[in-house]
């Protein structure tokens, strides 16, 4: 079935420096979503982008869709202790409309 | 608010002792999703129903079940808990609009097994 590739697993950032989570996939997707799950908690919504070399900001972060949607990336400038948790791409599953297939996902720390 | 729930939010049960997860909604969505996470993994599906069709996938065990008796409410049944069933298990809502839309998750049940 369709894998999304996530890297890195982790990463450690002090305070105010950026930070940069990638998906990859072998196969074209029809869609791409963001989701941050914070330390005990559940993943929640970010954003979703559709089209070819989309870019969306929400404030400090920065979504692109690689022109070949093979890819995506989530930027996040200037990091505070608020941004650490896990941070999840997920794509529709090439069995199910309905369904989607997670990244392995980026365990951000921010140090302060 | 409109929200997905779940109860409990902890679950304890011993080996083998069958055991129900609850989960409701208020956001009146037509898909719900039953998902298994492990610590420091991505959440896994195990099954989902649109509307009150059935969707399991291929490598769920046969030990999990799932009944959603109306749009509101969805339970996750585990006939014969092992020790390996112990995780968080996340249920999930979206809103069917031919293609994937974004998905509510609730808070998540923390299931021990003993």
């Known amino acids: 079935g369709q894998q999304v590739m996530q890297i890195p697993q982790y990463q450690h950032v002090q305070e105010g420096e950026d930070f940069t989570t990638y998906c990859n996939s072998s196969t074209t997707l029809s869609n791409i979503q963001w989701y941050k799950q914070r330390p005990g908690g559940h993943p929640v919504f970010l954003i979703q982008l559709v089209k070819s070399g989309e870019v969306k900001k929400q404030k400090r972060l920065t979504f692109q869709f690689g022109e070949a949607k093979k890819n995506s990336s989530l930027h996040i400038t200037a990091t505070q202790t608020t941004d650490v948790g896990t941070y999840f791409c997920?794509?529709?599953?090439?069995?199910?409309?309905?369904?989607?297939?997670f990244g392995s996902g980026t365990q951000l720390t921010v140090l302060p | 608010d409109a929200m997905v729930i779940q109860n409990p939010r902890y679950q304890v049960t011993q080996f083998g002792k069958p055991v129900t997860l609850s989960c409701s909604q208020t956001l009146n969505h037509n898909v719900m999703y039953w998902y298994q996470q492990k610590s420091s993994q991505a959440p896994k599906l195990l099954f989902h129903y649109y509307d009150k069709d059935f969707n399991n996938e291929a490598d769920t065990p046969d030990n999990f079940q799932s009944r959603r008796p109306n749009t509101s409410f969805c339970f996750l049944d585990i006939r014969s808990p092992g020790l390996g069933d112990a995780a968080m298990y996340l249920c999930?809502?979206?809103?069917?609009?031919?293609?994937?839309?974004?998905?509510?998750f609730g808070p998540g049940t923390r299931l021990t097994v003993t």
């Open positions: 999930a809502t979206s809103r069917d609009r031919g293609r994937v839309g974004e998905q509510y």
């Open positions: 997920a794509s529709r599953s090439s069995g199910s409309a309905r369904q989607l297939t």
